[in-house]
């Protein structure tokens, strides 16, 4: 993998909400599993406002990841299922070797448990909360879409790209694609909030997956990175379109760091 990219990694509900169940007058049952109403992303937007918001963020790190895609999946079915959570079937196979119920996977970097799973149809099943959704690019999915996949790592798993959480911190849109030979530069919008811990040769994960930033650009408040060619091929990104999401997960230094200094630490240390 070049410097200037790795692979993949995901992210976790931080909270769970008090949710209404949404059915869309249009929508058609699967003939695959009649649980589920199903619809376009458009229409799971009027889903997501419902409940009480809620802000806060979860400190403990459950799980880790690296932000090396391990496979690419496919969305088989996504809606609201009987008992009122909105759930999402993903076709994969690396991702499910040795799977458990409970079991941690990061797709396109935000990361889920598994509910259930299906070995011989090669799917497993995760379930998503209205806040996973406001916070995530998952709201953009249909059945067909591809996504990224990472399992969380283990104590004995190589550590190929930076220490993901799977915590989206936010979206950023994709402003530009340009092609320079066989790479592929990108460059991503995302809010001021956001981009102060962006940094030019700092790691970010998009999608899960694990990249070197190149440049920050503060007053168009965009950042780009650089694509080699094998990443294009095995990302979800290079599919995506001008215009469209994708999630955001910072590296988690920057914000230990911001945290110390707002917190007197340094002021603390300077009596001894």
Known sequence: MAASCSLTFSSRTPAVLPMCRFVNPKSRPSNVDGRFNYFKPSILRAFIPLGKRITHRQSTIRCLFT??????????QLGVADHGGFDMKIGAKTVLEGVNLGDSIAVNGTCLTVTNFD??????MVGLAPETLRKTSLVELEAGSLV????AVTPTSRMGGHF???HVDGTGEIVSMDQEGD??????KTAKDLLKYVVPKGFIAVDGTSLTVVDVFDEEECFNFMLVAYTQQNVVIPLKKVGQKVNLEVDILGKYVERLLSSGFVDSIKNY
């Not at 090396?68 to 088989?76: L, S």
């Not at 070995?119 to 497993?124: H, V």
């Not at 990224?148 to 399992?151: A, D």
């Open 119 to 124: 070995l011989k149809a090669s799917d497993f």
């Open 148 to 151: 990224n996949l990472e399992r």
């Open 67 to 76: 932000g090396i895609v391990e496979e690419m999946g496919t969305i088989k």
């Open 164 to 166: 993901v959480q799977g």
């Open 183 to 188: 790479s592929l530069w990108v460059k991503v």
